[in-house]
């Protein structure tokens, strides 16, 4: 007997795009699924779209508390074998779930993860994150890997309920890091299932929840001080051969970040090592992301990111900032 695979949807005034996330959740040629829609306190047709599908779906409404709040009610009430998470304003492919099914099923232990591709706010693909290619060298099965180096999308992650008891739940005092908080807790140390295909389309938007750039950054710098500081020479040297090399390319990549204490602790790190070194070819490709950095941060001045988001510069900017610090 196949094991049940829950799809739970966090949801909170969704209604440009519910119905969209919810139709690809139902459409899953793996069968038996169950989809849950948690309506984390919306004020728009949120309640009354979901409501439309039936017995289709199992709904619930809570006031609102914020999307981990949302994820851990749809985790409690959830009778499947596996998890899965799938934003309202993102897609899955129709296999998404035969595929990680069918990778794992024999060893409940190991985590399914993918490629994925981002879309705009029509469904025409701006960018598609391919990790192998981007990281050809690198053990996609390591555990801390794709936290590391952020290449995780966590709606393309499939997760054995077994996980939850082991590590907890999300935690519910984080309002835009609850998800990498969690997947470090999990993955560390965790067999990993790569999958090379996009099973995931993420949906770049103006009308997106957007929190505090401050409380955002200071919260996800917090984060990625914490994560590194515990990282050990052995993970080092797991992710990329050497503690030098480790350190070099995390340092890279975090100078592409505003989480100004974790890029300076990895710096630190990188010196210990004797590394540090000038390249040119970073001085260009970082330049090139200050100043789409810096772009996007006016935009959010000035009050017309949103508009921004809906234009056809913004496609041309996400996929060259998406080059260079995903590289």
Same mark, same amino acid.
């Given at each position: &007997?196949?094991?049940?695979?829950?799809?739970?949807?966090?949801?909170?005034?969704?209604?440009?795009?519910?119905?969209? +996330?919810?139709?690809?959740?139902? +459409?899953?040629?793996?069968?038996?699924?169950?989809?849950?829609?948690?309506?984390?306190?919306?004020?728009?047709?949120?309640?009354?779209?979901?409501?439309?599908?039936?017995?289709?779906?199992?709904?619930?409404?809570?006031?609102?508390?914020?999307?981990?709040?949302?994820?851990? /009610?749809?985790?409690?009430?959830?009778?499947?074998?596996?998890?899965?998470?799938?934003? $309202?304003?993102? /897609?899955?492919?129709?296999?998404?779930?035969?595929?990680?099914?069918?990778?794992?099923?024999?060893?409940?232990?190991?985590?399914?993860?993918?490629?994925?591709?981002?879309?705009?706010?029509?469904?025409?693909?701006?960018?598609?994150?391919?990790?192998?290619?981007?990281?050809? $060298?690198? *053990?996609?099965?390591?555990?801390?890997?794709?936290?590391?180096?952020?290449?995780?999308?966590?709606?393309?992650?499939?997760?054995?309920?077994? $996980?939850?008891?082991?590590?907890?739940?999300?935690?519910?005092?984080?309002?835009?890091?609850?998800?990498?908080?969690?997947?470090?807790?999990?993955?560390?140390?965790?067999?990993?299932?790569?999958?090379?295909?996009?099973?995931?389309? &993420?949906?770049? $938007?103006?009308?997106?929840?957007?929190?505090?750039?401050?409380?955002?950054? *200071?919260?996800?710098?917090?984060?990625?001080?914490?994560?590194?500081?515990?990282?050990?020479?052995?993970?080092?040297?797991?992710?990329?051969?050497?503690?030098?090399?480790?350190?070099?390319?995390?340092?890279?990549?975090?100078?592409?970040?505003?989480?100004?204490?974790?890029?300076?602790?990895?710096?630190?790190?990188?010196?210990?090592?004797?590394?540090?070194?000038?390249?040119?070819?970073?001085?260009?490709?970082?330049?090139?992301?200050?100043?789409?950095?810096?772009?996007?941060?006016?935009?959010?001045?000035?009050?017309?990111?949103? +508009?921004?988001?809906?234009?056809?510069?913004?496609?041309?900017?996400?996929?060259?900032?998406?080059?260079?610090?995903?590289?």
């Amino acid at each position: &007997m196949k094991p049940l695979v829950t799809i739970v949807i966090p949801v909170y005034n969704g209604e440009s795009y519910l119905k969209e +996330a919810i139709n690809s959740a139902l +459409a899953q040629t793996y069968e038996p699924i169950e989809v849950i829609i948690v309506n984390d306190g919306s004020t728009d047709r949120t309640g009354e779209i979901a409501l439309s599908y039936g017995d289709k779906i199992r709904y619930f409404a809570k006031g609102n508390g914020g999307v981990s709040t949302a994820l851990n /009610l749809g985790i409690a009430n959830m009778r499947g074998e596996y998890f899965s998470w799938l934003s $309202h304003d993102d /897609l899955y492919t129709p296999d998404k779930i035969e595929l990680q099914i069918a990778a794992i099923a024999d060893s409940p232990e190991r985590i399914a993860y993918s490629d994925y591709t981002v879309i705009d706010r029509h469904g025409a693909a701006i960018t598609t994150m391919d990790i192998a290619k981007k990281h050809p $060298h690198a *053990d996609l099965s390591f555990g801390l890997f794709p936290i590391l180096r952020q290449v995780l999308n966590g709606c393309s992650l499939l997760i054995h309920k077994s $996980h939850f008891a082991r590590t907890g739940v999300f935690d519910e005092s984080l309002r835009t890091t609850q998800d990498y908080d969690l997947w470090f807790k999990m993955l560390r140390g965790g067999k990993l299932v790569y999958i090379n295909r996009p099973l995931v389309k &993420m949906r770049e $938007h103006g009308a997106q929840v957007t929190h505090s750039y401050e409380r955002s950054r *200071d919260e996800s710098d917090g984060l990625w001080l914490g994560m590194l500081s515990s990282v050990t020479a052995e993970e080092a040297c797991g992710i990329d051969g050497s503690e030098l090399i480790f350190w070099d390319r995390q340092a890279e990549f975090l100078s592409y970040t505003p989480y100004k204490n974790a890029r300076l602790y990895a710096r630190r790190r990188l010196k210990e090592l004797g590394g540090g070194g000038f390249s040119f070819a970073r001085v260009v490709r970082l330049a090139a992301y200050k100043t789409i950095s810096g772009a996007s941060r006016l935009s959010r001045k000035l009050g017309i990111q949103s +508009a921004v988001r809906k234009s056809r510069v913004f496609s041309l900017g996400y996929k060259i900032w998406f080059r260079v610090r995903y590289r």
